[in-house]
């Protein structure tokens, strides 16, 4: 209400915001304008609920737990209390009561179980994906980063350098994977923003229906049909990260032999020497005979597998992107008007496309404002 208030948000993205209707937002905001903070509150807050557990009823379940309920949890001794003691009192009363009193320990406080996770049947079922920046050329040449995809089933693997763990970077080594295998139905990968946005809708997102916005990568993936999981630790990924300690070994020590020092070379090592005989060696058949992998046929790659921005088009049919200035030329049968909003693409080879209504526009870069007159 205050970012309203002060005209930082307004009133109909503050609404989808905090979930409730345009109506009841206006009413929440008279309320605040007139009385600030406090007008916000629940008129019972500091009040003792009137479904207070009685003290006496707490003191006295306690006793009971201590000399006959000790190895039980909350839940079981509430019913045994009621059934056996006629003690009436609530789980979520007992349980923090116990907490409180240290004779019981919650279960989110002791070491959590993790068990191995049972591989996919299938290939291209589901393939991790991870970046592993380290000094791979051992001071012979700058610090980068091998991006690995490596498919759960098989233990098929493909890796790249880049000079860092980037978005490019990441649609480069899932380009190759789709054109060599095809699309496959699940990606496994780091919560990292490269890959997964975590932070909050703008207002501008929440107007169009959009709670949950999608780094240029998720909806690369969602265009395909790829299903992104993000792990939410190391752990969970552990094949992955497996492949990046045999790396870390084995590579490193063949790229000194080999006397590689440059991104380029390290990535022709690795495509004709070092991965044939990784998967030879490291792989194995899948579970299933069934490949999982769709068919990339009707897929133009490279208008995916891009970053697409939004921008307006000003009065002149200009286009301004990161300090570049496009002129959109006469010609076009549809062109969009000053204040229509344009898609600018990306590519991987640093190409620029600029597209509207899902159509290429013709345009030209100019250096100044005054290059379009020439």
Not at 40 to 48: A, D, F, M, Q
Not at 128 to 135: C, I, K, N, R, T
Request: charged share 30%; glycine share 8%; aromatic share 8%.
């Amino acid at each position: 209400m205050e970012m309203v208030q002060r005209g930082l948000k307004t009133l109909a993205a503050a609404s989808v915001e905090i979930g409730v209707s345009y109506r009841q937002a206006e009413r929440i905001y008279k309320r605040y304008r007139e009385g600030g903070d406090d007008a916000l509150v629940h008129g019972n807050k500091g009040r003792p609920s009137n479904h207070k557990t009685d003290k006496g009823i707490i003191e006295r379940a306690l006793e009971v737990y201590r000399g006959t309920y000790q190895d039980f949890g909350p839940t079981l001794a509430a019913e045994k209390m009621r059934e056996r003691d006629g003690l009436e009192i609530g789980v979520g009363v007992l349980r923090r009561a116990l907490l409180q009193d240290g004779q019981w320990v919650s279960s989110k406080n002791k070491l959590q179980y993790r068990s191995r996770r049972v591989p996919r049947k299938r290939f291209g079922e589901l393939v991790q994906f991870d970046g592993s920046p380290h000094d791979w050329f051992e001071g012979r040449g700058s610090r980068c980063c091998l991006i690995t995809m490596i498919d759960d089933a098989k233990k098929e693997r493909l890796s790249q350098f880049f000079e860092e763990e980037t978005m490019f970077g990441a649609m480069f080594v899932l380009k190759m994977w789709v054109e060599r295998y095809g699309v496959p139905e699940s990606l496994y990968c780091d919560h990292k923003n490269a890959f997964v946005l975590t932070r909050e809708a703008s207002d501008a997102e929440l107007l169009r229906g959009i709670t949950k916005p999608l780094s240029h990568f998720g909806r690369a993936c969602k265009k395909l049909g790829i299903e992104v999981i993000p792990a939410n630790s190391p752990q969970a990924k552990g094949r992955v990260e497996r492949n990046h300690g045999v790396d870390q070994d084995r590579l490193v020590k063949d790229l000194r032999l080999e006397g590689i020092s440059t991104i380029v070379q390290a990535n022709r090592f690795l495509l004709e020497n070092y991965l044939p005989k990784m998967n030879a060696r490291f792989g194995r058949p899948a579970l299933s005979a069934e490949d999982a992998h769709m068919s990339a046929d009707g897929f133009n790659l490279d208008d995916i597998l891009c970053m697409e921005d939004a921008r307006k088009v000003s009065n002149d049919y200009i286009v301004r992107f990161h300090a570049r200035l496009f002129q959109i030329l006469p010609g076009a049968k549809v062109k969009p008007r000053p204040g229509d909003t344009v898609v600018v693409r990306t590519k991987l080879d640093n190409s620029i496309e600029i597209i509207w209504k899902d159509k290429p526009l013709l345009v030209k870069e100019v250096n100044t404002l005054f290059d379009q007159y020439k």
